[in-house]
């Protein structure tokens, strides 16, 4: 069963920076389309920002267009969300997700994924 490790999250000041990245230690991504999902305490997950299986396709949520950037590597097996002028509001558990079959979309307006990582924290803060 694929396993999704999710690394990178931590502590930043509001302006700063943090890459996330998603690995699949033995199993290959490019047969899945992969989303990142956050969720904050007492509020419902909330899809950010999804890639197709080719990476030519990609769906951001509005809250963090022009400042997050989903990518990926097929060839190391491992997704990328880099995100830039942080906020506090993007405080929450980031989630990896993957699904073989989804429009990026739907995955993530609609949290269609099969996979789910454990989740990496993110808190902005000064």
């Known amino acids: 069963q694929l396993q999704l490790v999710e690394s990178g999250g931590g502590l930043v000041q509001p302006g700063g920076s943090l890459r996330l990245s998603c690995a699949a230690p033995?199993?290959?991504?490019?047969?899945?389309?992969i989303g990142w999902f956050r969720q904050a305490p007492g509020k419902e997950r909330e899809g950010v920002s999804c890639?197709?299986?080719?990476?030519?396709?990609?769906y951001y949520v509005d809250s963090v267009k022009d400042r997050f950037t989903i990518s990926r590597d097929n060839a190391k097996n491992t997704a990328y969300l880099q995100m830039n002028r942080l906020k506090s509001e993007d405080t929450a558990e980031y989630y990896c997700?993957?699904?073989?079959?989804?429009?990026?979309?739907?995955?993530?307006?609609?949290?269609?994924?099969?996979?789910w990582g454990q989740g990496t924290q993110v808190t902005v803060s000064s």
């Open positions: 997700a993957a699904v073989a079959l989804s429009g990026v979309q739907n995955m993530c307006v609609y949290g269609r994924a099969t996979y």
């Open positions: 033995g199993f290959t991504l490019d047969a899945y389309a």
């Open positions: 890639i197709s299986r080719s990476g030519l396709s990609t």
